[in-house]
């Protein structure tokens, strides 16, 4: 990726293509990620949508608080 006079240039990850986006379109088009472990939230409640990571690799008790951060079980969807 690189940034010049507001715009920046955005390679594929096959490194095939190239597409040139301002900064402008980048911050009304896409939203920044972010991920907090579940022992990072653990005593709140989370009204937002929430996916779970890695459940299989994750012990009952960590799934079950990772579970109860919601407020909402439709809002929760399992990834991976």
Not at 72 to 80: D, I, L, Q, R, Y
């Given at each position: 990726m690189k940034y010049e006079e507001g715009n920046v240039e955005l390679e594929l990850m096959s490194g095939s293509e190239t597409k040139v986006v301002s900064?402008?379109?980048?911050?009304?088009?896409?939203?920044?990620?972010?991920?907090?472990t579940m022992y990072s939230i653990q005593g709140?409640?989370?009204r937002e949508n929430i996916q779970i990571?890695?459940?299989d690799i994750m012990l009952?008790?960590?799934i079950f608080t990772a579970l109860t951060r919601s407020d909402?079980?439709?809002?929760?969807?399992?990834?991976?």
């Open positions: 900064v402008s379109q980048l911050k009304n088009n896409f939203c920044l990620g972010f991920c907090r709140e409640t989370v990571c890695e459940a009952s008790n960590e909402n079980f439709e809002k929760v969807s399992f990834v991976g």
